[in-house]
């Protein structure tokens, strides 16, 4: 009879077999049983790396320094566990003690008197059994709880446990680490200016030349990278979109609407300049010549009109936070929140534009009056959605999209009706049948990616836009 621990792994090893039926290679599996095959491999690495993480907490307890000559690494000729396990697996030895710290976590305990107690994280413990979550993921969740605990209740912290586990199911890594980011801050807002300022700390810009080239290397804190980041990725929203339009031209420098880098109001020379042939630049490419181009612009302004109309830096924070310096701040585009005293630093400077949209008096539902999306509304729609709902861009390398359409399907131009695609999601809806649902009207309304039949024959709806990086719903 198979060991009852090795049940779930054995599972997910019949399900790969079914999925994989009788083809002799994966080249030979059909577009069905090809997806059917990923997600079975999927689910069985999971459920691999989550006994891995059972298994290298073991050999790190038999090879604890304490033990000496006796430890388990060094009878076998390693300096310590972590060396072990990552010769054995192929992997490194930072993976390994991230493993070995996950398995502890997630291990049943004694207290001093010896008695069984259960995993400091249940949650986690039970989702890697099941095979919800990769290791990474509970390692990303285990590693902040603990950061957070000493400022916390046991009972937030239970609930933040399972609140993580069941949002983290179906993220890949890189969401998941969105997630915790977002998680954090919420759990722990007075941690963040202290990271902030070690952050700022670390600010360094380094350039020189090496074999005929040009070499810069920037770090810095979240807030100060903001305005050259929005800069750069507006520059290249600008120069995808005039490839779209006729790829043998590009853009000369005008933004969306023609407006100047230095004048809003002078919108000079928005002509494209003719090119030899089509522009095969990298994405890291035009990235380049968007910062040449605009410190080209800065030191001698020459009216040529930069892309920089969506460039604005838009900070996102709560009136209550910004008056009573409580809680924290987001900036569109980037993951890492930032302080109340940051935030309170842009305010004083006139960067922010406010998060309670639509005070002013403007109105955020046009009908059927226009149909282009205001500036007030793309504003409303970026602080619901966050940037494209689909694959997580920042809003501006997004465009307001009517959802219902509005020739077709005479769909109005409201808040209820729009949301923020990029080009190539946009494209995706559009050609592969997805629908997207908005279930109210308000900041808080939260949509939904619905797929098609042929990506999920249940057509199980999935959340879009910030809900996916959100700690609660």
Same mark, same amino acid.
């Given at each position: 009879?198979?060991?009852?621990?090795?049940?779930?792994?054995?599972?997910?090893?019949?399900?790969?077999?079914?999925?994989?039926?009788?083809?002799?290679?994966?080249?030979?599996?059909?577009?069905?049983?090809?997806?059917?095959?990923?997600?079975?491999?999927?689910?069985?690495?999971?459920?691999?790396?989550?006994?891995? =993480?059972?298994?290298?907490?073991?050999?790190?307890?038999?090879?604890?320094?304490?033990?000496?000559?006796?430890?388990?690494?060094?009878?076998?000729?390693?300096?310590?566990?972590?060396?072990?396990? =990552?010769?054995?697996? *192929?992997?490194? =030895?930072?993976?390994?003690?991230?493993?070995?710290?996950?398995?502890?976590?997630?291990?049943?305990?004694?207290?001093?008197?010896?008695?069984?107690?259960?995993?400091?994280?249940?949650?986690?413990?039970?989702?890697?059994?099941?095979?919800?979550?990769?290791?990474?993921?509970?390692?990303?969740?285990?590693?902040?709880?603990?950061?957070?605990?000493?400022?916390?209740?046991?009972?937030?912290?239970?609930?933040?446990?399972?609140?993580?586990?069941?949002?983290?199911?179906?993220?890949?890594?890189?969401?998941?680490?969105?997630?915790?980011?977002?998680?954090?801050?919420?759990?722990?807002?007075?941690?963040?200016?202290?990271?902030?300022?070690?952050?700022?700390?670390?600010?360094?810009?380094?350039?020189?030349?090496?074999?005929?080239?040009?070499?810069?290397?920037?770090?810095?804190?979240?807030?100060?990278?903001?305005?050259?980041?929005?800069?750069?990725?507006?520059?290249?929203?600008?120069?995808?979109?005039?490839?779209?339009?006729?790829?043998?031209?590009?853009?000369?420098?005008?933004?969306?609407?023609?407006?100047?880098?230095?004048?809003?109001?002078?919108?000079?020379?928005?002509?494209?300049?003719?090119?030899?042939?089509?522009?095969?630049?990298?994405?890291?490419?035009?990235?380049?010549?968007?910062?040449? =181009?605009?410190?080209?612009?800065?030191?001698?302004?020459?009216?040529?009109?930069?892309?920089?109309?969506?460039?604005?830096?838009?900070?996102?924070?709560?009136?209550?936070?910004?008056?009573?310096?409580?809680?924290?701040?987001?900036?569109?585009?980037?993951?890492?929140?930032?302080?109340?005293?940051?935030?309170?630093?842009?305010?004083?400077?006139?960067?922010?534009?406010?998060?309670?949209?639509?005070?002013?008096?403007?109105?955020?539902?046009?009908?059927?009056?226009?149909?282009?999306?205001?500036?007030?509304?793309?504003?409303?729609?970026?602080?619901?959605? *966050?940037?494209?709902?689909?694959?997580?861009?920042?809003?501006?390398?997004?465009?307001?999209?009517?959802?219902?359409?509005?020739?077709?399907?005479?769909?109005?131009?409201?808040?209820?009706?729009?949301?923020?695609?990029?080009?190539?999601?946009?494209?995706?809806?559009?050609?592969?049948?997805?629908?997207?649902?908005?279930?109210?009207?308000?900041?808080?309304?939260?949509?939904?990616?619905?797929?098609?039949?042929?990506?999920?024959?249940?057509?199980?709806?999935?959340?879009?836009?910030?809900?996916?990086?959100?700690?609660?719903?």
């Amino acid at each position: 009879m198979a060991n009852q621990h090795l049940t779930p792994l054995l599972e997910a090893v019949t399900a790969l077999e079914t999925a994989w039926c009788d083809a002799e290679s994966g080249a030979d599996l059909s577009r069905t049983q090809l997806i059917a095959v990923n997600a079975a491999m999927g689910a069985l690495q999971r459920r691999f790396d989550g006994l891995r =993480a059972e298994v290298a907490a073991g050999i790190e307890h038999e090879s604890r320094p304490e033990l000496g000559a006796d430890s388990l690494a060094k009878q076998h000729g390693f300096r310590n566990s972590a060396t072990l396990i =990552a010769t054995t697996g *192929g992997g490194t =030895a930072s993976e390994a003690t991230r493993l070995a710290k996950l398995g502890k976590a997630t291990a049943p305990r004694s207290n001093l008197l010896g008695e069984r107690m259960p995993a400091k994280y249940p949650a986690v413990k039970e989702a890697l059994e099941q095979g919800t979550i990769a290791a990474a993921a509970g390692s990303l969740i285990v590693t902040m709880l603990d950061r957070v605990r000493l400022h916390m209740t046991n009972d937030r912290i239970v609930e933040a446990e399972k609140q993580l586990v069941d949002r983290a199911a179906g993220l890949s890594g890189d969401d998941v680490r969105k997630l915790i980011t977002n998680a954090e801050a919420t759990l722990h807002p007075e941690g963040v200016e202290p990271r902030e300022e070690e952050t700022r700390a670390r600010r360094s810009l380094t350039m020189y030349e090496r074999d005929g080239s040009f070499f810069l290397n920037l770090c810095t804190d979240v807030a100060s990278g903001a305005p050259i980041k929005n800069a750069i990725q507006a520059w290249v929203a600008a120069t995808f979109q005039a490839r779209k339009s006729n790829p043998h031209v590009t853009t000369n420098g005008a933004g969306a609407n023609g407006a100047d880098a230095c004048d809003s109001n002078d919108a000079t020379d928005t002509s494209p300049i003719d090119l030899p042939g089509e522009d095969h630049r990298t994405l890291a490419q035009i990235q380049a010549d968007a910062l040449a =181009a605009i410190c080209d612009h800065v030191t001698d302004c020459d009216n040529n009109g930069l892309p920089l109309t969506g460039a604005t830096v838009i900070v996102r924070v709560s009136l209550d936070d910004l008056t009573g310096g409580t809680g924290h701040a987001t900036i569109d585009g980037a993951d890492q929140p930032i302080s109340i005293t940051t935030c309170r630093q842009i305010a004083a400077s006139g960067g922010v534009i406010p998060a309670v949209l639509g005070s002013a008096g403007e109105i955020l539902d046009w009908g059927r009056e226009k149909r282009l999306f205001t500036r007030a509304q793309r504003l409303a729609l970026a602080e619901r959605d *966050g940037g494209c709902v689909m694959c997580g861009l920042p809003p501006q390398m997004t465009k307001a999209h009517h959802i219902r359409w509005w020739l077709r399907d005479t769909g109005p131009t409201n808040l209820s009706n729009g949301v923020l695609l990029c080009t190539s999601c946009h494209h995706r809806i559009h050609d592969n049948g997805w629908n997207i649902h908005v279930d109210g009207t308000t900041r808080s309304s939260k949509v939904w990616i619905i797929p098609p039949t042929s990506a999920d024959p249940t057509q199980t709806p999935r959340p879009g836009g910030r809900a996916r990086y959100q700690l609660t719903a």
